[in-house]
Nanobody
Framework: QVQLVESGGGLVQPGGSLRLSCVAS????????MGWYRQAPGKQREFVAR???????YYTDSVKGRFTISRDNAKNTVYLQMTNLNSEDTAVYYC?????????WGQGTQVTVSS
């Protein structure tokens, strides 16, 4: 069974940085498409970033220039490097990966940006 496990969330001050990781297990090879969504309190889950293969990346406008998505296929891991964080980035961050006809989600990792 495919499982995605996120880590790296936490409390950070405005302007700070965090790196999230998501490890996929239960698969033969790393999914071609992996990415991140987030859900802030009282809001719908929103797309953050995704990466296809190793170099094709997409970002929501609000994180462009601040967040960088990358992957290590040998480790079945996708990363989200977040810099210059602000309060609007506070949310639970979820990793996702379409595999076959299904889309799998991690359990989420909390990111809180506060002074």
């Amino acid at each position: 069974q495919v499982q995605l496990v996120e880590s790296g969330g936490g409390l950070v001050q405005p302007g700070g940085s965090l790196r999230l990781s998501c490890v996929a297990s239960g698969i033969i090879s790393s999914p071609a498409n992996m990415g991140w969504y987030r859900q802030a309190p009282g809001k719908q889950r929103e797309f953050v970033a995704r990466i296809i293969s190793r170099i094709e990346t997409y970002y929501t406008d609000s994180v462009k220039g601040r967040f960088t998505i990358s992957r290590d296929n040998a480790k079945n891991t996708v990363y989200l490097q977040m810099t210059n964080l602000n309060s609007e980035d506070t949310a639970v961050y979820y990793c996702y990966a379409p595999v076959g006809l299904n889309t799998y989600w991690g359990q989420g990792t909390q990111v809180t940006v506060s002074s």
